[in-house]
């Protein structure tokens, strides 16, 4: 049975619909346990007192602001609850806006929103089938988990999604954030007229279901085989950067790479083509060869097998 992480209500106007949030993403991780080199000794953490030494359990903690000098205020659940009753069971939706006008360095993470009972199914319902009308997304605010959330909440097929986003504020400034800030530096006009080429040529629909995670793939081929005593063939290296004199040439190649590829797989989903500009990992059994226009594919490499 799906659990909730959050059940409120969701209210703009005077109009307020009881909802639940459900996860709406599953990430493929593969879990690894920490070990003192040279050694099958685990690595813990644990909660200690710094003074005493003792470990402690999680309900023997509690939470402190720092202040200055070395000096906390405490603060319990009971008192978080308390700064806003209302907040962390309530989405306010303040406003309606066209989702394209969002940029998506605004999102953060997807959730669900589902009706917690039959009774509240039609006035979901007809919420939902509103937005999809307008084309508009929600943008509210609620709280969870002792913070508020900037949210825009929006139709997915027969549901309703929330999108948690970052605030403004927290957006860092790429001058903040990068050494180098490329600003309004112009490239060749050729050069640039090329690079739009091969974007062109390289367009397509957005097929999400044609992409798949294939670093965990090859990750979990890597500890099968050690766990196996197998053999294991890892992909080619990173290409090198493409050398500015060397740059009309590169997308003239690559324009040419792709028109190619296009032509010879005509028919065929993308999920079985190369993924354009970036080598392609070996299946299994097989040794990868490089894709990379002008570059030599690397020896090929073994990890040796060693059981654990």
Request: net charge neutral; glycine share 10%.
């Amino acid at each position: 049975m799906a659990r909730t992480i959050w059940t409120g209500v969701m209210s703009f106007g005077l109009v307020s619909v009881p909802i639940g949030l459900y996860p709406a993403v599953e990430e493929h991780t593969v879990t690894f346990h920490q070990f003192e080199k040279g050694t099958t000794d685990r690595v813990r953490y644990r909660r200690v007192n710094e003074r005493t030494g003792d470990e402690l359990d999680y309900d023997a903690i509690e939470r402190g602001a720092p202040t200055g000098g070395g000096n906390y205020v405490m603060v319990d659940d009971e008192e978080l609850e308390f700064v806003a009753p209302g907040r962390s069971r309530s989405l306010d939706i303040h406003a309606f806006v066209g989702l394209d006008e969002i940029d998506p360095m605004y999102f953060h993470r997807p959730y669900y929103v589902g009706p917690t009972g039959a009774e509240t199914v039609k006035t979901y319902a007809l919420v939902r089938d509103a937005m999809v009308d307008t084309n508009k997304a929600g943008i509210g605010k609620f709280v969870m988990r002792g913070r508020e959330h900037l949210a825009a909440v929006r139709p997915y097929g027969a549901v309703l999604v929330l999108e948690t986003m970052f605030f403004a504020d927290e957006i860092r400034d790429p001058a903040s954030a990068m050494e180098y800030v490329p600003g309004r530096v112009s490239a060749p006009g050729p050069a640039r007229q090329m690079a739009t080429q091969l974007i062109e040529s390289m367009s397509d629909r957005w097929r999400p279901t044609e992409y798949r995670d294939t670093y965990t793939g090859r990750l979990n081929e890597l500890i099968e085989s050690k766990r196996t005593g197998g053999e294991f063939t890892p992909t080619d290296e990173a290409p090198e950067p493409t050398n500015v004199v060397d740059l009309v040439a590169a997308l003239r190649a690559s324009i040419d790479r792709s028109t190619g590829t296009r032509s010879a797989s005509s028919g065929t989903s993308a999920a079985d083509k190369p993924d354009r500009g970036r080598q392609t990992p070996a299946r299994p059994g097989t040794t990868a060869k490089s894709r990379t226009v002008g570059k030599k594919a690397p020896a090929k490499k073994s990890v040796p097998g060693k059981a654990s």
